[in-house]
């Protein structure tokens, strides 16, 4: 509590409480904590620190077929960042793949795919209403991406995170089979099952963990959201 000079840790109580309002991420009290109980989550990084860590396993690269996944949160909101170290990579011939929700404007899209391998592209909920309450936004930006890129060319993988009782609606899953039909060169269609191993992070940032009273998918659900997939025409997709 002395050292910090935005009275992020407090007493309350008789307890010490941190106050992550009010943190400014200095790192300062870091070492004054005796238990070591306190860690600086997240770290600036510039591109070429970045390509030395990636240079590193380029013989493993080359061997196994894989390369650099650009992922997040989201990488676009990173834009030239993302763009610089994608750049980096094709001149030094490094595969490169990125995790994206397709939320973000199209000339970003137009202007790193020439420079990516792999798209991952979200696909969270087909209902408009539904996208927009779950999610914050609609969806038709995504789907334009979607379309965008799948007329490149590009190699994509659709990724669909499905949470019990929240997005496996019967609606959902025909909205996949429907791009699933639409788009037959995509190169899978991947199932996230919902799990909740975010909770703690949570915790630790000092945030709540908003999805409550949602059970994390067991074998018997994910096979039945397979079968109803399947029966939809969807075969290909897989539990990712």
């Not at 935005?6 to 200095?26: E, N, P």
């Not at 970003?108 to 696909?123: A, E, M, Q, T, W």
Request: glycine content about 10%.
């Amino acid at each position: 509590m002395d050292v910090c000079e935005q009275g992020a840790h407090q007493i309350v109580d008789d307890s010490h409480v941190m106050v992550h309002a009010l943190c400014i991420a200095c790192g300062i009290c870091l070492s004054y904590c005796t238990h070591d109980a306190l860690k600086l989550i997240g770290e600036e990084w510039s591109v070429e620190k970045i390509m030395e860590e990636v240079e590193r396993d380029v013989d493993y690269y080359e061997h196994s077929g894989g390369g650099i996944t650009l992922s997040g949160g989201e990488p676009m909101g990173q834009f030239q960042f993302a763009l610089d170290i994608l750049e980096t990579c094709r001149e030094g011939g490094i595969h490169t793949c990125v995790e994206t929700s397709g939320f973000a404007p199209q000339r970003h899209y137009k202007r790193i795919n020439p420079l990516v391998d792999l798209f991952l592209l979200d696909y969270k909920v087909m209902e408009q209403d539904a996208h927009q309450s779950l999610i914050g936004v609609p969806n038709d930006l995504i789907l334009s991406n979607l379309d965008f890129l799948y007329s490149q060319g590009v190699s994509i993988i659709l990724r669909c995170p499905l949470i019990p009782g929240v997005n496996d609606t019967d609606a959902h899953l025909e909205g996949i089979a429907a791009i699933s039909e639409k788009y037959p060169d995509l190169e899978g269609i991947e199932i996230m099952a919902y799990h909740d191993l975010g909770r703690d992070k949570d915790l630790r940032l000092g945030r709540e963990y908003r999805v409550k009273g949602v059970k994390t998918a067991d074998e018997s659900t994910m096979q039945a959201w397979l079968e109803s997939l399947a029966a939809l025409g969807c075969a290909r997709a897989v539990i990712g």
